[in-house]
């Protein structure tokens, strides 16, 4: 085949991506419809959810525990002075409320971190439902898997310690000092890059759930 | 054309692919173009080769981001203050900043300044900000400028090897903690005052000033005071005692080990480091720094070393410091061994 050839075929590719990427919006919607009308799937999701979101908060320090309980003698609630907005990083608000509910947990609640965490969350959790539903349901014999959920994983590096990624703290000063001039400067794109890679593999479930299964 | 043949693509399909991958060059090259305009000049490999001092443009092209953004790391600026008594979120070796001023004692406990870097308070009239890096360890105060004593601060979220790199809320001008001088902005190459700050324990300030007044954890913001994410100073764990740092730092040296605690005294334009442990073990040591005679006594009441002026007795300019963080801005500093 000629080189006019083979860029008319690429680019052919291309325009059918765009037309399934504008049919898959609807697709996933009624994918999940059909998948969360089950109580089951729909407990699944939100069992996950519900997991994936104390693991993001706690990623980012909104939630802290002490074996030690280094919060004895704490007051139950103190209130911040900060605004709903105002940012500590990108995509990591400032909390406007700490509760002590006894002296071994802190919640630091922050309404934008949970809602940000909730988006998350809901990806996940659909995406092992989806994922679940079609195991179940799946008429051949190759059964789809669950690791695309570790699309998640940009999301849980966005915590703060002052000046620090708490990532890198836990990693080690000697091994940080290579990867801070790398991380730190593409730390701004985390979250977004993990709302596009569990988008992108949500789609990619739901086309294989919809091949494999009697989903619509 | 066989049976197997794949499909060709209609002209509508290829149009679209085109437009598609055009559009994404537009977006992609000009947020390229974005990105080198909004970084500037790429940083310089190292602020300084050993033994020579840097520019203050090689130290503005050093800056990198600690990912913070500005004053994410959020300043005190209505700090809160309570008598020794009413305080009960510190132990007893836990760190606290210790000043005097004015007649006025005041602790500024390490367990708060951690998380905020820096109090813009305030003594009568007169404004003091006085600051804290944990990763290069230093503590100082600042009174401003001669022109400008009224100056406050936040934090840029931005490091120049490793330490805090403040900015003026008059200028927007970019001052390093240690530095002291503005590395850019309309305020480039003045010099800030400093105003030194004990480094003792909880224990020993409140003994040795029991009608001082303590900043409280009531900051306005909420935070985990009770653990310090980079280690420990009661246990001497985590950060403060790893030979490594998080953020590169140039230029090196090992003359010490990097997280030893030095005195970083500066006279003139001259500077020298004494070990902490030195002045702990001699109790006095005399030097001379830029022409001005000082001295370093070890504090057995507070544990602590302080600097003077020998003639006057006047405090000296001098800091605590992490031996990497004093040399990586004085690679020239004389050193007392």
């Given at each position: 085949?000629?080189?006019?050839?083979?860029?008319?075929?690429?680019?052919?590719?291309?325009?059918?991506?765009?037309?399934?990427?504008?049919?898959?919006?609807?697709?996933?919607?009624?994918?999940?419809?059909?998948?969360?009308?089950?109580?089951?799937?729909?407990?699944?999701?939100?069992?996950?959810?519900?997991?994936?979101?104390?693991?993001?908060?706690?990623?980012?320090?909104?939630?802290?525990?002490?074996?030690?309980?280094?919060?004895?003698?704490?007051?139950?609630?103190?209130?911040?002075?900060?605004?709903?907005?105002?940012?500590?990083?990108?995509?990591?608000?400032?909390?406007?409320?700490?509760?002590?509910?006894?002296?071994?947990?802190?919640?630091?609640?922050?309404?934008?971190?949970?809602?940000?965490?909730?988006v998350v969350a809901g990806l996940v959790g659909s995406n092992i439902a989806v994922?679940?539903?079609?195991?179940?349901?799946?008429?051949?014999?190759?059964?789809?898997?669950?690791?695309?959920?570790?699309?998640?994983?940009?999301?849980?590096?966005?915590?703060?310690?002052?000046?620090?990624?708490?990532?890198?703290?836990?990693?080690?000063?000697?091994?940080?000092?290579?990867?801070?001039?790398?991380?730190?400067?593409?730390?701004?794109?985390?979250?977004p890059l993990t709302l596009v890679l569990l988008g992108a593999v949500l789609v990619?479930?739901?086309?294989r759930s919809r091949a494999m299964t009697s989903a619509t | 054309m066989t049976e197997?043949?794949?499909?060709?693509?209609?002209?509508?399909?290829?149009?679209?692919?085109?437009?598609?991958?055009?559009?994404?060059?537009?977006?992609?090259?000009?947020?390229?173009?974005?990105?080198?305009?909004?970084?500037?000049?790429?940083?310089?490999?190292?602020?300084?080769?050993?033994?020579?001092?840097?520019?203050?443009?090689?130290?503005?092209?050093?800056?990198?981001?600690?990912?913070?953004?500005?004053?994410?790391?959020?300043?005190?600026?209505?700090?809160?203050?309570?008598?020794?008594?009413?305080?009960?979120?510190?132990?007893?070796?836990?760190?606290?900043?210790?000043?005097?001023?004015?007649?006025?004692?005041?602790?500024?406990?390490?367990?708060?300044?951690?998380?905020?870097?820096?109090?813009?308070?305030?003594?009568?009239?007169?404004?003091?900000?006085?600051?804290?890096?944990?990763?290069?360890?230093?503590?100082?105060?600042?009174?401003?400028?001669?022109?400008?004593?009224?100056?406050?601060?936040?934090?840029?979220?931005?490091?120049?090897?490793?330490?805090?790199?403040?900015?003026?809320?008059?200028?927007?001008?970019?001052?390093?903690?240690?530095?002291?001088?503005?590395?850019?902005?309309?305020?480039?190459?003045?010099?800030?005052?400093?105003?030194?700050?004990?480094?003792?324990?909880?224990?020993?300030?409140?003994?040795?000033?029991?009608?001082?007044?303590?900043?409280?954890?009531?900051?306005?913001?909420?935070?985990?005071?009770?653990?310090?994410?980079?280690?420990?100073?009661?246990?001497?764990?985590?950060?403060?005692?790893?030979?490594?740092?998080?953020?590169?730092?140039?230029?090196?040296?090992?003359?010490?080990?990097?997280?030893?605690?030095?005195?970083?005294?500066?006279?003139?334009?001259?500077?020298?480091?004494?070990?902490?442990?030195?002045?702990?073990?001699?109790?006095?040591?005399?030097?001379?720094?830029?022409?001005?005679?000082?001295?370093?006594?070890?504090?057995?009441?507070?544990?602590?070393?302080?600097?003077?002026?020998?003639?006057?007795?006047?405090?000296?300019?001098?800091?605590?410091?992490?031996?990497?963080?004093?040399?990586?801005?004085?690679?020239?500093?004389?050193?007392?061994?």
């Amino acid at each position: 085949m000629s080189s006019a050839g083979l860029l008319t075929r690429a680019l052919g590719r291309v325009g059918d991506a765009v037309d399934a990427s504008v049919r898959a919006p609807a697709q996933v919607a009624g994918t999940l419809r059909t998948v969360l009308a089950h109580r089951a799937y729909r407990g699944l999701a939100l069992l996950v959810g519900s997991a994936v979101l104390v693991l993001y908060l706690t990623a980012n320090g909104d939630l802290a525990f002490s074996v030690s309980g280094r919060w004895s003698g704490t007051p139950f609630a103190q209130l911040a002075e900060s605004g709903l907005f105002d940012t500590r990083a990108p995509y990591l608000f400032e909390p406007l409320l700490v509760l002590h509910p006894g002296a071994h947990i802190a919640v630091f609640l922050s309404p934008m971190n949970i809602l940000l965490g909730a988006v998350v969350a809901g990806l996940v959790g659909s995406n092992i439902a989806v994922a679940a539903y079609t195991a179940k349901h799946a008429v051949a014999c190759r059964r789809p898997g669950y690791s695309g959920i570790f699309a998640a994983a940009p999301a849980f590096l966005l915590g703060f310690a002052c000046c620090v990624p708490t990532f890198l703290l836990a990693i080690g000063s000697g091994v940080a000092a290579t990867l801070t001039p790398i991380l730190v400067p593409l730390r701004p794109i985390f979250y977004p890059l993990t709302l596009v890679l569990l988008g992108a593999v949500l789609v990619w479930t739901v086309r294989r759930s919809r091949a494999m299964t009697s989903a619509t | 054309m066989t049976e197997n043949s794949p499909r060709e693509p209609g002209r509508r399909q290829v149009l679209k692919g085109a437009a598609v991958l055009g559009g994404l060059a537009v977006v992609g090259g000009g947020g390229a173009l974005a990105w080198q305009l909004r970084s500037g000049d790429p940083p310089a490999d190292g602020a300084a080769t050993a033994g020579e001092r840097s520019t203050l443009d090689e130290l503005a092209n050093a800056v990198v981001s600690g990912g913070p953004g500005k004053d994410g790391i959020p300043p005190i600026d209505d700090p809160r203050f309570a008598g020794i008594d009413d305080i009960d979120f510190l132990q007893d070796d836990d760190i606290v900043f210790g000043l005097v001023f004015g007649g006025e004692a005041r602790a500024y406990p390490q367990p708060v300044l951690v998380w905020h870097e820096i109090v813009n308070d305030t003594f009568g009239d007169d404004h003091v900000a006085v600051t804290y890096c944990p990763l290069t360890g230093t503590t100082v105060g600042f009174t401003g400028t001669d022109e400008r004593p009224d100056m406050t601060f936040g934090t840029t979220g931005n490091l120049i090897n490793s330490n805090l790199l403040m900015y003026d809320r008059d200028t927007d001008s970019d001052w390093p903690q240690v530095l002291g001088t503005a590395i850019s902005g309309t305020l480039k190459g003045q010099q800030l005052r400093p105003v030194p700050l004990v480094w003792t324990t909880w224990r020993a300030w409140r003994a040795e000033h029991p009608d001082s007044r303590v900043l409280t954890t009531d900051t306005g913001a909420l935070r985990d005071y009770h653990r310090d994410p980079y280690g420990s100073y009661r246990e001497q764990s985590g950060y403060y005692v790893d030979e490594g740092t998080i953020f590169p730092v140039e230029p090196t040296d090992d003359t010490f080990g990097s997280k030893e605690v030095v005195l970083g005294i500066r006279g003139g334009d001259s500077q020298l480091a004494i070990p902490r442990e030195l002045v702990r073990e001699e109790g006095t040591v005399d030097a001379e720094v830029g022409g001005v005679s000082v001295r370093a006594e070890w504090d057995g009441e507070l544990d602590t070393a302080r600097v003077s002026r020998a003639g006057s007795g006047e405090p000296a300019d001098f800091m605590d410091a992490m031996w990497f963080s004093w040399y990586s801005f004085y690679p020239n500093t004389e050193v007392r061994r």
